[in-house]
């Protein structure tokens, strides 16, 4: 969120591509999304509902379809000093109104919202996004699509979730895919 989650100021909401991959990470981080989820989170009204305590997020179908549709919450912090993922969402939405939350960014810079991200774009967005924050180029290349999803997983054990509920924010039914 640091290097990549804000806007650029002097800069058409077009053009704000950094902000989009910035806000695209977070989220996926935050909701423990696989790539093929991910991708389909949209900014459209029917899509992502602002909220005073959380930001909704509604996916019509997961990848796994052990559940149809979900709602994918992120709360907003309790301290009103912090600028969490909550913040960075609402700044989202209000610069991009619409589109794909992942949007396919063109190699000029411009952002295509109303298209989605490619597999292999995203993980080449991912590591030169990781090696511009300061990560060696051999650690970046480890990181991948699923690379949010296990991450947020890890932060959710690490600050007390129980396997159960790490299941339930990934959309998953077997605890075993946690091992």
């Known amino acids: 969120m640091k290097h990549f989650g804000y ?10 591509w950094e902000l989009a991959f910035g806000a695209a990470v977070a989220v ?20 992502y509902t602002v909220y005073a305590t959380h930001v909704r997020f509604f996916l019509s179908q997961r990848k796994n379809h052990q559940y149809r549709g979900n709602f994918l919450d992120i709360a907003r912090p309790e301290d009103p000093e912090v ?11 209000a610069l991009f109104k619409l589109g794909y939350v992942l949007p396919r960014v063109e190699s000029s810079g411009l952002i295509a919202k109303d298209e989605r ?3 292999a774009s995203f993980v080449l967005f991912l590591r030169h996004a990781l090696t511009a924050t300061g990560m060696s180029i051999a650690k970046a290349a480890k990181y991948a699509g699923h690379s949010m999803r296990a991450g947020g997983a ?3 054990a690490i600050h007390g979730l ?3 509920e790490i299941c339930h ?10 091992t």
């Open 28 to 47: 996926g981080f935050k909701l423990l999304l696989r790539f093929d989820d991910f991708s389909h989170c949209q900014w459209d009204d029917d899509y």
């Open 169 to 178: 924010l990934a959309g998953v039914k077997d605890v075993n895919w946690l």
């Open 117 to 119: 991200v490619s597999y």
């Open 83 to 93: 600028r969490g993922v909550y913040h960075l969402c609402v700044e989202a939405k």
């Open 154 to 156: 890890i932060s959710a």
């Open 7 to 16: 806007e650029r100021h002097k800069r058409r909401a077009d053009r704000q």
């Open 162 to 164: 129980s396997p159960a």
